[in-house]
C-alpha cells in the first residue's frame, strides 16, 4: 500500500479498514469539493479500502457540494459492494448530514471506535441499506 500526499485527508489503516481522517475545518466551495472527491476516491478504489471509514471531527462546516461527494462516495461504495462508515462530526455538521439525508444512506457514528467496532459486529455487510 502507498501512501500519496493527500491535501484534504490522511489515511491509516486500522486492521482492515482504511480510516480517512478529513483534515479540513471547513469544506466550504466547490474547488475543495473535487480535491476531497479525488483524494477519496483514490483511496476507495483501492482492493485494501473494501472497508472505509471517514473521520469528521476536524471539520466544523461542510457546504453543500461537499456533502455531495459523501453521497457520490457511498453510492460508489455500494455499487462495489463496499462498505463507508463516518464518525467524529460535530453538532453543526451532523444536523447538516441529517437534514440531507445522509443517514439514511450511510451508518454514522459519534465516535472512531464506535465504527470501527460496527465493522468487526457485522463484517461482510456492505453500506448501510435503506
Known sequence: MSNPEFEFIKMSM???VAVVEV???ELRF???AEELSYE???VVAQEWAA???VNLSRTHFIGSTAFAVFFRL???AKEQARSVKFCGMTE???IGADIIGLDKLAEIYDTEDEALESFTQNPDAPAFES
Do not use: C, S, W, Y
Open 92 to 94: 453543526d455538521v451532523r
Open 14 to 16: 486500522v486492521g482492515d
Open 51 to 53: 472497508k472505509t471509514l
Open 74 to 76: 457511498v453510492a460508489k
Open 40 to 42: 477519496l476516491g483514490l
Open 30 to 32: 466547490p474547488n475543495q
Open 23 to 25: 483534515l479540513a475545518k
